[in-house]
T-cell receptor
Framework: GQQLNQSPQSMFIQEGEDVSMNCTSS?????WLWYKQDPGEGPVLLIA?????ELTSNGRLTAQFGITRKDSFLNISASIPSDVGIYFC??????????????FGKGTLLTVNP | GAGVSQSPSNKVTEKGKDVELRCDPI?????LYWYRQRLGQGLEFLIY????????KSGLPSDRFSAERTGESVSTLTIQRTQQEDSAVYLC???????????FGPGTRLLVL
């Protein structure tokens, strides 16, 4: 089955630092999504990417859809304590009639030290 | 509230017992999904409902797992004869359609002793 490799698994940074995480896949995706999950909550969509090469920002967050359609990265600039949580990438496969299915990475646990 | 709600929020059960988990999607959302999240892992797709179409059950891990949905409203996920490896967070999500943004509920944390 499809697999998403997400790295790093965890990060411990100082407030104000920039953060970068990425996902790679063995399959081509037509959509890349980045979610954040706070403790005890469900994932919340941060950014959605629909075109190869697309670069999209949402406040301090920036994400890109790789040219090969097999990878994506998420950057967080000037981190703040409320950025703490688990960040997941997710991909939707191209065509096949099952493009509602999301394949998730294992997540990146971000800890921000004030 | 306007979001996806799930109940119970936590469930502790003994091995071999049956459990039923409930999801109330956002009103008007035709698509509904169930996912399983094991500790330290990403989300695994379990089942998908879209309107009155036959559900996609391809992600259900065994025949002990089943789910129903009443029209375009409430869904229940049932796990029969629970096993310790069933311990996980079970997340429900709903969307306006099959390729639309999925909005997640807070999940049900299941612990099988």
């Amino acid at each position: 089955g499809q697999q998403l490799n997400q790295s790093p698994q965890s990060m411990f940074i100082q407030e104000g630092e920039d953060v970068s995480m990425n996902c790679t896949s063995s399959s081509i995706f037509n959509t890349w999504l980045w979610y954040k999950q706070d403790p005890g909550e469900g994932p919340v969509l941060l950014i959605a990417l629909y075109k190869a090469g697309e670069l999209t920002s949402n406040g301090r967050l920036t994400a890109q859809f790789g040219i090969t359609r097999k990878d994506s990265f998420l950057n967080i600039s000037a981190s703040i304590p409320s950025d703490v949580g688990i960040y997941f990438c997710a991909g939707q496969l191209e065509g096949g009639g099952s493009n509602y299915k999301l394949t998730f990475g294992k997540g990146t646990l971000l800890t921000v030290n004030p | 509230g306007a979001g996806v709600s799930q109940s119970p929020s936590n469930k502790v059960t003994e091995k071999g017992k049956d459990v039923e988990l409930r999801c109330d999607p956002i009103s008007g959302h035709t698509a509904l999904y169930w996912y399983r999240q094991r500790l330290g892992q990403g989300l695994e797709f379990l089942i998908y409902f879209q309107g009155n179409s036959a559900p996609d059950k391809s992600g259900l891990p065994s025949d002990r797992f089943s789910a129903e949905r009443t029209g375009e409203s409430v869904s229940t996920l049932t796990i029969q004869r629970t096993q310790q490896e069933d311990s996980a967070v079970y997340l429900c999500a709903s969307g306006r359609g099959p390729e639309e943004t999925q909005y997640f509920g807070p999940g049900t944390r299941l612990l099988v002793l």
